[in-house]
């Protein structure tokens, strides 16, 4: 890992199947229902990631925002690890997923 990206690691226990869990953060269909309004996941390592936040009164934004990276590992129902860069909003920048 690179000393220019902080890491961020998240551990939740849910009481439902691993498959189940993974597709909901890793389809970018399933993504939409809970996280970006626009998602772009390519299930590869390499592949491309693009969250797209829209300009809303119910999530209080003043302007559209977008999160854009690159899929660093993915093992199905196992493992998921992005790149986080978002130009509009740069403290959120640099950081794993």
């Given amino acids: 890992m690179s000393d220019n ?4 690691n998240r551990e939740i226990i849910i009481d439902a199947p691993i498959d ?7 389809d ?3 993504l939409t229902n809970w996280f970006p309004d626009i998602a ?7 592949g ?5 936040f829209l300009k809303s009164k119910k999530n ?5 925002h977008e ?5 660093i590992k993915f093992i199905p129902n196992k493992e998921l690890s992005y790149t986080w860069n ?5 403290e959120f920048s640099k950081a794993y997923a």
């Fill in 48 to 52: 491309r990631v693009s969250f797209k």
């Fill in 20 to 26: 189940k869990v993974f597709l909901a953060v890793s």
């Fill in 67 to 71: 999160m854009t990276g690159t899929v």
């Fill in 28 to 30: 970018q269909d399933q």
């Fill in 60 to 64: 209080n934004l003043d302007k559209d």
């Fill in 86 to 90: 978002f130009p509009t909003k740069p």
């Fill in 40 to 46: 772009v996941l390519e299930k590869r390592e390499g």
């Fill in 5 to 8: 990206y902080s890491v961020i």
